[in-house]
């Protein structure tokens, strides 16, 4: 079982819906962090999370450190939005190594 | 804000030729980066950690050898990927920690490289 696992794998909403990607982890972690990836492959770190809850514009990412659990969210989904979204965290211990998910496909058609 | 940036963005060899690909810091010093590689559709797997001025860290199953890194600088390290062949085709990717910014990363746009 890895370390971390995000659901669902693929995703594909209508442009203006609602859109939750969620994130479980097994292990003791300093900070989760979500990122996101453009079809060209580059990388965006979008929040780094260690309680609570965080906004920026459209996108929230809250986190449950007694359940391991963090999701993020995206509201007014729009087609520009599609990417790869990675959950990747900082094990404790592990310096700034990050242990990845699997990554969710989001299409978001117009 | 900081930016990492990796040069070539996308590099096309022959078999058996050596490839070097720079991750370079821009407006911080890292003395730690981080060299990840990504197959399609595939999440990253960390690769090594690159440490200014000592041994790079292999992550098991990783070739030494093969992957040469160097931490020339406080904003520089290379990854060479030596006597390059077709399986080694993939998006190697670099990110390096901010210092004094606990757990914060920031992430090269990426090379793709393609042996053929």
């Given amino acids: ?110 | 804000g900081a930016v990492v940036s990796q040069h070539p963005s996308r590099v096309i060899c022959k078999s058996g030729t050596s490839v070097k690909i720079e991750c370079r810091s821009l407006d911080f010093q890292a003395t730690t980066m981080f060299w990840y590689r990504q197959f399609p559709k595939k999440s990253l797997m960390l690769m090594a950690t690159s440490n200014e001025g000592s041994k790079a860290t292999y992550e098991q199953g990783v070739e030494k050898d093969k992957f040469l890194i160097n931490h020339a600088s406080l904003t520089l390290s290379t990854l060479t990927v030596t006597s390059a062949h077709p399986e080694d085709s993939s998006f190697y990717i670099c990110s390096a920690p901010r210092p004094g910014k606990a757990d914060t990363q920031y992430f090269g746009p990426g090379t793709r490289l393609t042996v053929l």
């Fill in chain 1, 1 to 110: 079982k890895n370390e971390v696992e995000q659901s669902p794998q693929n995703l594909t909403a209508q442009e203006g819906e609602f859109i939750t990607i969620n994130c479980s982890y097994s292990v003791g972690i300093s900070a989760l962090h979500w990122l996101q990836q453009h079809p060209g492959g580059g990388i965006v770190s979008l929040f780094m999370l260690s309680s609570g809850k965080k906004k920026h514009g459209r996108l929230i990412a809250t986190i449950n450190i007694q359940e391991k659990h963090s999701s993020l969210h995206i509201t007014a989904s729009h087609p520009r939005d599609s990417a790869v979204y990675i959950c990747a965290v900082t094990p404790l211990r592990a310096g700034n190594k990050l242990t990845f998910g699997g990554g969710t496909r989001v299409l978001v058609k117009p």
